[in-house]
Nanobody, 122 residues
Framework: QVQLVESGGGLVQPGGSLRLSCAAS????????MAWFRQAPGKQRELVAA???????NYADSVKGRCTISRDNAKNTVYLQMNSLKPEDTAVYYC????????????????WGQGTQVTVSS
């Protein structure tokens, strides 16, 4: 069974840092883009950062300069290092990845993790 499992969320004070991890497991032949999204209460889910297979990245304006997305292709894992956290960063953070799960099919399927809570508060 293919799944994405996030870890690293928690409670942190404003100005603090957290590192989120997301590992893809199961029968996976290839991973294309990987990304982090977040959803705050009463708001729509939004893209935080994304990284393609070659390592090119893009970020939401709200996190540029404070967050860094990276991936370890050997471990099928994507990371989000978040620094200088603000109360408005409080949300459930979701990992997303495009996975090739059938050897003879080049189609990539969209998978989501279960989410990890990040709370920034004093």
């Amino acid at each position: 069974q293919v799944q994405l499992v996030e870890s690293g969320g928690g409670l942190v004070q404003p100005g603090g840092s957290l590192r989120l991890s997301c590992a893809a497991s199961g029968t996976i032949f290839s991973i294309d883009a990987m990304a982090w999204f977040r959803q705050a209460p009463g708001k729509q889910r939004e893209l935080v950062a994304a990284i393609n297979r070659g390592g090119s990245t893009n970020y939401a304006d709200s996190v540029k300069g404070r967050c860094t997305i990276s991936r370890d292709n050997a471990k099928n894992t994507v990371y989000l290092q978040m620094n200088s956290l603000k109360p408005e960063d409080t949300a459930v953070y979701y990992c997303n990845a495009a996975l090739q799960i059938e050897l003879l099919s080049p189609v990539y399927h969209d998978y989501w993790g279960q989410g990890t809570q990040v709370t920034v508060s004093s």
